[in-house]
Nanobody, 124 residues
Framework: QVQLVESGGGLVQAGGSLRLSCAAS????????MGWFRQVPGKEREFVAA????????RYTDSVKGRFTISRDNAKNTVYLQMNSLKPEDTAIYYC?????????????????WGQGTQVTVAS
């Protein structure tokens, strides 16, 4: 069982940066692949980024490549999403996710655990 708690969301101007954090409970954090999704009202939750248990493999959706970076610190049971050059279209609730593989954590059906979400608003 893994419990996930996100933090770091907020309001930022276009072009600015935010760093999201996801703190995980449980001693097996290091064995999970982790990911970030986002959702806006009326739309399906979409994949943003994923990282393998070791941190050696990462995946990104095309719209954030070169702007967002996912990383993890297994000693702190935490995964991060550094978001730079933010755009108004990045506005959404961002959710942390955990699953047994990078492939699984890139799809809605493959996610085993979800956080409660944190709001990111990018003003134009």
């Amino acid at each position: 069982q893994v419990q996930l708690v996100e933090s770091g969301g907020g309001l930022v101007q276009a072009g600015g940066s935010l760093r999201l954090s996801c703190a995980a409970s449980g001693r097996t954090f290091g064995s999970y692949a982790m990911g970030w999704f986002r959702q806006v009202p009326g739309k399906e939750r979409e994949f943003v980024a994923a990282i393998s248990w070791s941190g050696g493999t990462t995946r990104y959706t095309d719209s954030v490549k070169g702007r967002f970076t996912i990383s993890r610190d297994n000693a702190k049971n935490t995964v991060y999403l550094q978001m730079n050059s933010l755009k108004p279209e990045d506005t959404a609730i961002y959710y942390c996710a955990a699953s047994e593989s990078v492939a699984a954590v890139t799809t809605l059906k493959g996610v085993g655990y979800w956080g409660q979400g944190t709001q990111v608003t990018v003003a134009s």
